[in-house]
Nanobody, 123 residues
Framework: VQLVESGGGLVQAGGSLRLSCAAS????????MGWFRQASGKEREFVAA????????KYTDSVKGRFTISRDNAKKMMLLQMNSLKVEDTAVYYC?????????????????WGQGTQVTVSS
């Protein structure tokens, strides 16, 4: 499975960005998906995850109410709408996939990763 993220960039605090993750796998609709991020000098951390049909989502507490994860199985795409961005959201954002349904919040639970896209939020 190849995953390619896009949509990162530089934005001022309070602004919005929408990240996309395009998947190559034709059975994309069988995969649970997740977004993780890694700030400079820190470990990769969970941001949000979604099950195969979008009926179950999970978020880390710091992004609840600001970020929304979604997916379009017909287009083999996953999205992360990020609103009210904060300086502390600055990181490289990665999408990840696991070929089973349960939604997990740990990096070890995912088998496939994209190359990442940089999000920088300025004050």
């Amino acid at each position: 499975v190849q995953l390619v993220e896009s949509g990162g960039g530089l934005v001022q605090a309070g602004g919005s960005l929408r990240l996309s993750c395009a998947a190559s796998e034709r059975t994309f609709n069988m995969y649970a998906m997740g977004w993780f991020r890694q700030a400079s000098g820190k470990e990769r951390e969970f941001v949000a995850a979604i099950n195969w049909n979008g009926s179950t989502t999970k978020y880390t507490d710091s992004v609840k109410g600001r970020f929304t994860i979604s997916r379009d199985n017909a287009k083999k795409m996953m999205l992360l709408q990020m609103n009210s961005l904060k300086v502390e959201d600055t990181a490289v954002y990665y999408c990840a996939a696991r070929p089973t349904s349960p939604v997990l919040t740990t990096t070890a639970g995912y088998d496939y990763w994209g190359q990442g896209t940089q999000v920088t939020v300025s004050s």
